[in-house]
């Protein structure tokens, strides 16, 4: 028997991201102030980032060379001819009361970047989403308390250190259709931006920050849906939730109508687990850009583009891809190694130094990964060279060592450095493979044990475990397992 | 070139300014003045001519990325109509 529930509705949520990060030079985008997180109020400022008259903002050529690296990685073509404008708004975190940005000759447009999803089961897919454009701008400054002062006026209280930092806003084509989606292209622009060196990504400090625009609309209609943006978001599981509520929100608002979706700016509000409206008066911006009269505009030859292209490294997508089809790495254990540039430069030159890439992964995401996070190192502070991890690996396939013994001896590597092999010497640590020296030990352990072996011969066939034990501690843990096992078994039976 | 009543309260409302009726009058009929000024440029001929957003040819003006800090800190903070120690103080703004 069957009834017919109505069909439900299909819904199809479009979102894209809007990226700031903060470019790492030492000084301001205009001016000689210090770009600095965390100093003291209003101590790194000047009158060019102040704005005031008589004034000139010069362009820190470090932030060109910054911004066209940025656009090459992220696949874009470089604007051979480039200006800034200015955007007007007034608020009290602008000095200026307008912002200098780029409108219609941004730096760099119509690039792509590749993302890889891996789901539970170890299952990677990837997509390419495209990047609108990339452009320089300048940061505002930053409303830190808010007051009543004795006359009873409501008064704000302004740092300027951050106005004038440089950044590099990166918009997405409207091609991301999940939350998940999403929370990993901005995870893959901060492995980019981070693989350039070029901004530190830490969103705790705000150098990277992600805005959302989202709409939903049900499978097969053509028009958009009413496009909302979202901002708030300090970590990519927070944008990942963001948007997952959001569009619960507005499929619930379309199918009940309790709700309504205006287009408007909401918060991300991380105790609440939900966004809030921030409710702007309608017709209240209209940044009326215009060319920025006091700054030249930027050329940027062919030369001077190839130059920059090759100081590019690899890009982690392509990192990705290699580590899965040249060193036959699974989908997670190439996601791993990859999120971290240096992590992965020092797994590839194990690799180079003649190590099994597999067990190479093993090492660096594993036992290493573990002793750096107990720590609190990171692979800078360690003195296991690559090529020592490669030695130690080694020691492992030719059976001179057991896994075990170079577990118990990591410590001491990545603290002292040195040679494995020496200190496996110097130590007597080289693994007891001699069949014949392993049969006496073997037998001297089951002797000794005579009521362990009436049981496991009478059936306690988990006892075998104990043996092994036991062998192990004789030999504080030289016996070569598998050997161990073959001899064992044949006298375990007797 | 005419800027309406309603073209003069927007601004006023971007620019964050209260403007009486008579200044909205009054400035509705400057600015159309200055507009009508400029409005003169379009008897140029400019067919063939690229479009600029400069005056002088001059591209590239870059400065090395190097710190220096600016000494006259307190002269900056007290430049401004209000300070609160390290701040600079300002009307609060609601949003919007």
Known sequence: ?494 | MSISLDEVRKVALLSRIALTDDEEERFAAQLNDILDYVEQLNELDVEGVEPTTRAIDVSNVMRQDAHSTYENREGLLNNAPDRDEDFFKVPKILNG
């Open chain 1, 1 to 494: 028997m069957t009834t017919a529930a109505p069909a439900k509705t299909e819904y199809e949520v479009i979102i894209g991201l809007e990226t700031h990060c903060q470019l790492g030079t030492e000084t301001k985008i205009f001016s000689d102030s210090a770009t600095e997180f965390g100093a003291d109020p209003n101590t790194h400022i000047d009158p060019v980032c102040l704005g005031l008259p008589g004034t000139l903002p010069v362009l820190n050529q470090t932030v060109l060379e910054y911004a066209v690296k940025a656009g090459l990685a992220l696949n874009c073509a470089i604007a051979p001819y480039s200006k800034f404008d200015r955007k007007q708004y007034f608020y009290p975190d602008l000095p200026k009361n307008y912002q200098i940005s780029q409108y219609d000759l941004p730096i760099a447009e119509h690039g792509h970047i590749e993302i890889e999803l891996v789901d539970k089961k170890g299952n990677a897919t990837r997509k390419k989403i495209g990047v609108t454009r990339l452009h320089m701008e300048e940061d505002a400054g930053k409303l830190v308390h808010a007051g009543t002062d004795m006359s009873g006026s409501a008064y704000s209280l302004v740092d300027y250190n951050r106005a004038g930092v440089p950044l590099a806003e990166i918009v997405s084509e409207p091609d991301l259709r999940s939350g998940a989606e999403a929370a990993e292209y901005a995870r893959e622009i901060r492995r980019i931006v981070r693989y350039l060196g070029i901004c530190d990504g830490n969103m705790q400090e705000g150098s990277l920050r992600c805005d959302v625009n989202i709409s939903v609309r049900p499978v097969g209609q053509k028009e958009f849906g009413t496009k909302v943006e979202i901002k708030n978001m300090n970590s990519f599981n927070a944008i990942q939730r963001a948007i997952d509520y959001e569009i619960e929100r507005q499929i619930d608002a379309l199918e009940t109508g309790n709700d309504t979706i205006v287009q408007e700016t909401r918060l991300w509000d991380e105790g609440g687990q939900r966004t809030i409206s921030m409710r702007s008066k309608e017709g209240s911006s209209d940044y009326r850009y215009f060319p920025e009269p006091d700054l030249t505009p930027i050329e940027v030859s062919a030369d001077q583009r190839e130059a920059w292209a090759a100081e590019l490294p690899e890009l982690p997508a392509a990192k990705r891809s290699r580590y899965q089809t040249d060193l036959g790495l699974s989908a997670y254990d190439a996601n791993v190694l990859v999120d971290d540039r240096t992590t992965a430069e020092y797994f590839e030159a194990v690799v180079t130094a003649g190590a099994d890439a597999k067990l190479a992964a093993n090492w660096v995401q594993g036992d290493i990964a573990g002793y750096l996070k107990n720590e609190k190192k990171t692979l800078n502070d360690i003195a296991l060279t690559a090529e020592n991890l490669a030695e130690l690996i080694g020691l492992i396939t030719d059976g001179t060592i057991s896994g075990k013994i170079a577990k118990e001896i990591l410590p001491d590597l990545l603290e002292q450095g040195g040679s494995p092999k020496t200190l496996v010497e110097e130590r007597g640590l080289v693994q007891i493979s001699d069949a014949s020296e392993l049969e006496a030990i073997i037998q001297k352990a089951i002797d000794d044990n005579p009521n362990q072996l009436e049981q496991f011969r009478a059936g306690k066939t988990k006892l075998r475990g104990f043996f092994v034990g036991q062998v192990m501690k004789a030999t504080q843990g030289k016996a070569d397992p598998k050997l161990t096992n073959q001899i064992l078994g044949k006298l375990l039976q007797g």
